[in-house]
């Protein structure tokens, strides 16, 4: 009878929580962007506007405390004296870069960040358009069981930029279009009775046999902890549901939506130990699934506040300031940078920030024989597209992030109700991430390679998938012809970001090959989220990245012996002795596809993407040719 009731009364608080993202909330206002100001036309007002959430309790965990230990110990054991103080030229401004200037400055350095651009954030950079209106490279979430974000976002003193949904995941439905699903946690049960709640109170996913059948195999994660999760790179998702005899249908429900969130490609392709690592942080931690968005952009709401905190210390931060070359003396250390001005900078330390396939192109000819560079070669950016989506009216919305569970589309959200900034109470805006989006990525067809129009007509049609009774049947969008009279809603206006080298792609085996923050190179360091860190490539891995190379220096500067490289694998170490060191090729072009950001591709573009990285269309067109076949 207890039991009965525990239930009944689980249930009915789980059916208030799972309409409350649904449901009308006290609404925000915020100052229209010119495009939204301009023309208005009769449109039909949604009754859904945003309601943010009280900031969870995501301090206390494990993670978080030691992530707060490593922070304290920058203005402690770390804090360097006027003697041991060091001049740090950091290469990028992206946020990996950014968290490293930071730490530093907190630990007594005088570091400067050296932006190609004329924007800081790197892949999580934004600017504006012509009407004003924000472009953002990538839709960002941030996550409870993100520790040294958090932590770095209370040093910062910006918690309240954080706008919290309600502690759901939102689940388009496939085969009953125009409706959702959703896991829902309830407030006050602990993990990881929260997350088996959630799935096991779901009855529209999976059965309950097929719930019972996926829980043995991860029960090895929660006992073993890391040493289990990280033995399981050598496997994809698909091949660890199937040596562990999970169900097939765990694969469709669920697998394929989180793998494109996380990586942007496919479970087939995806090494099983990213999904164990969100897994493991997500079962442990009882807040670790709740998310949040910026209440702006990142540039002013993220990245400003970081560099305002470097420069008030001590530091710079200098834009618009490519670096051509790193120049070596004869035995291999760095003699200075020379910058595309022709300037040279000279400092005690140095930390490349930059994306992998940057570093790639940037190694010194002394290096290039290095076992250490040589595993470089193992990773490789993923590409992956960003869209923004005006449209003319208000869609049916969640206020959250919704995984679309689309061939086409990973996640997206109604950014016109979860974001203040662009907050609107007629006109939807929706920011949809397109993955995967190439051969590179596993993907049939070169979505990298098509026009805007081509990757907007294909996102029209799945969008009508997903809004079956709201997308307008538009002559401009052929996917649009079969939509009925119903459908009213047409497309203002889009951009599309294309990011052809984002975050390095998880596929198995790859782990083993990310280099540690040490390098064999005297006062240079290596950051950025394809380095060794348990976060792989994320917001919060690119903040520890650049936190854990602030912590090498810092380590050395106050007479510390240099934190261990991390062991390289015998056939990187075999291999680098043949390979054949060549001048560095560097990088071609400006703007920000030429330094491993995203941008809107025009033809300038296409044409320095077709020479820089030939393999984005190389590859695609072999892959097409053989699906045709």
């Known amino acids: 009878m207890v039991a009965r009731k525990l239930r009944s009364a689980a249930l009915a608080a789980a059916a208030a929580t799972a309409v409350t993202a649904f449901q009308p909330h006290a609404p925000l206002r915020s100052r229209p962007s010119a495009s939204r100001r301009a023309s208005r036309l009769p449109t039909k007002s949604s009754s859904l506007v945003m309601r943010d959430f009280p900031k969870p309790n995501v301090e206390d965990t494990d993670n978080y405390r030691y992530a707060e230990e490593m922070s304290r110990s920058f203005g402690t054991t770390l804090k360097a004296s006027t003697e041991q103080r060091k001049k740090v030229a950091i290469i990028g401004g992206g946020l990996s870069g950014l968290a490293c200037a930071k730490y530093l400055v907190d630990a007594g350095h005088e570091p400067t960040i050296y932006e190609a651009r004329d924007v800081l954030g790197g892949k999580v950079s934004a600017w504006q358009d012509e009407d004003g209106d924000w472009i953002e490279t990538g839709l960002h979430i941030f996550f409870g069981a993100y520790p040294n974000v958090m932590n770095m976002f209370a040093e910062l003193g910006i918690h309240d930029r954080l706008q919290w949904k309600i502690h759901q995941m939102i689940f388009a439905m496939q085969e009953l279009p125009g409706e959702f699903t959703s896991f829902d946690f309830i407030p006050g049960i602990p993990a990881p009775f929260n997350f088996g709640l959630a799935i096991l109170m779901n009855q529209k996913m999976l059965t309950l046999p097929e719930k019972l059948q996926t829980a043995p195999p991860l029960i090895p994660m929660l006992i073993e902890g890391q040493s289990f999760i990280d033995a399981q790179d050598e496997l994809s998702v698909t091949q660890f549901m199937r040596k562990y005899g999970m169900p097939e249908r765990i694969n469709e429900e669920v697998f394929i939506a989180m793998a494109k969130a996380l990586d942007f490609i496919d479970p087939d392709k995806l090494s099983m130990t990213v999904v164990l690592t969100a897994m493991n942080r997500f079962l442990n931690e009882s807040n670790g699934l709740q998310m949040a968005f910026l209440d702006g952009n990142q540039s002013d709401r993220l990245c400003k506040?970081?560099?305002?905190?470097?420069?008030?210390?001590?530091?710079?931060?200098?834009?618009?300031?490519?670096?051509?070359?790193?120049?070596?003396?004869?035995?291999?250390?760095?003699?200075?940078?020379?910058?595309?001005?022709?300037?040279?900078?000279?400092?005690?330390?140095?930390?490349?920030?930059?994306?992998?396939?940057?570093?790639?192109?940037?190694?010194?000819?002394?290096?290039?024989?290095?076992?250490?560079?040589?595993?470089?070669?193992?990773?490789?950016?993923?590409?992956?597209?960003?869209?923004?989506?005006?449209?003319?009216?208000?869609?049916?919305?969640?206020?959250?992030?919704?995984?679309?569970?689309?061939?086409?589309?990973?996640?997206?959200?109604?950014?016109?109700?979860?974001?203040?900034?662009?907050?609107?109470?007629?006109?939807?805006?929706?920011?949809?991430?397109?993955?995967?989006?190439?051969?590179?990525?596993?993907?049939?067809?070169?979505?990298?390679?098509?026009?805007?129009?081509?990757?907007?007509?294909?996102?029209?049609?799945?969008?009508?998938?997903?809004?079956?009774?709201?997308?307008?049947?538009?002559?401009?969008?052929?996917?649009?012809?079969?939509?009925?009279?119903?459908?009213?809603?047409?497309?203002?206006?889009?951009?599309?970001?294309?990011?052809?080298?984002?975050?390095?792609?998880?596929?198995?085996?790859?782990?083993?090959?990310?280099?540690?923050?040490?390098?064999?190179?005297?006062?240079?360091?290596?950051?950025?989220?394809?380095?060794?860190?348990?976060?792989?490539?994320?917001?919060?891995?690119?903040?520890?990245?650049?936190?854990?190379?602030?912590?090498?220096?810092?380590?050395?500067?106050?007479?510390?012996?240099?934190?261990?490289?991390?062991?390289?694998?015998?056939?990187?170490?075999?291999?680098?002795?043949?390979?054949?060191?060549?001048?560095?090729?560097?990088?071609?072009?400006?703007?920000?596809?030429?330094?491993?950001?995203?941008?809107?591709?025009?033809?300038?573009?296409?044409?320095?993407?077709?020479?820089?990285?030939?393999?984005?269309?190389?590859?695609?067109?072999?892959?097409?040719?053989?699906?045709?076949?």
């Open 305 to 629: 506040p970081m560099a305002d905190h470097v420069e008030a210390s001590g530091g710079k931060v200098v834009l618009n300031a490519p670096v051509k070359e790193i120049v070596t003396n004869d035995d291999g250390t760095v003699d200075h940078l020379l910058l595309r001005s022709g300037e040279k900078v000279v400092a005690d330390e140095y930390v490349s920030a930059m994306p992998v396939d940057i570093v790639k192109r940037m190694l010194p000819k002394a290096w290039q024989k290095m076992p250490y560079f040589r595993q470089l070669d193992e990773l490789e950016g993923i590409p992956v597209i960003n869209l923004h989506m005006w449209f003319d009216r208000k869609l049916k919305a969640v206020d959250h992030l919704c995984f679309s569970r689309s061939p086409l589309l990973s996640v997206y959200a109604d950014m016109s109700v979860t974001c203040k900034e662009y907050e609107d109470p007629d006109k939807s805006m929706l920011e949809l991430v397109f993955a995967p989006c190439s051969p590179i990525a596993g993907g049939n067809v070169n979505w990298i390679g098509k026009s805007d129009e081509e990757i907007i007509d294909a996102t029209m049609g799945e969008l009508a998938r997903l809004f079956p009774t709201e997308i307008a049947n538009d002559e401009k969008w052929p996917t649009t012809s079969k939509q009925g009279p119903q459908g009213q809603a047409k497309l203002l206006k889009y951009s599309v970001v294309k990011v052809p080298r984002s975050v390095y792609a998880a596929i198995p085996g790859r782990n083993k090959y990310r280099p540690s923050q040490t390098s064999p190179i005297p006062r240079f360091t290596m950051a950025g989220c394809y380095t060794s860190q348990k976060f792989l490539g994320s917001m919060e891995g690119a903040t520890l990245a650049g936190k854990l190379a602030a912590e090498v220096i810092s380590n050395r500067a106050v007479g510390n012996p240099d934190k261990p490289i991390k062991e390289i694998q015998q056939h990187i170490i075999d291999a680098a002795a043949s390979h054949e060191a060549k001048d560095p090729v560097g990088v071609k072009g400006e703007g920000a596809i030429a330094f491993g950001g995203g941008y809107t591709v025009g033809k300038k573009e296409e044409q320095l993407l077709r020479e820089s990285d030939p393999a984005q269309y190389e590859a695609s067109a072999e892959k097409e040719l053989a699906v045709a076949a």
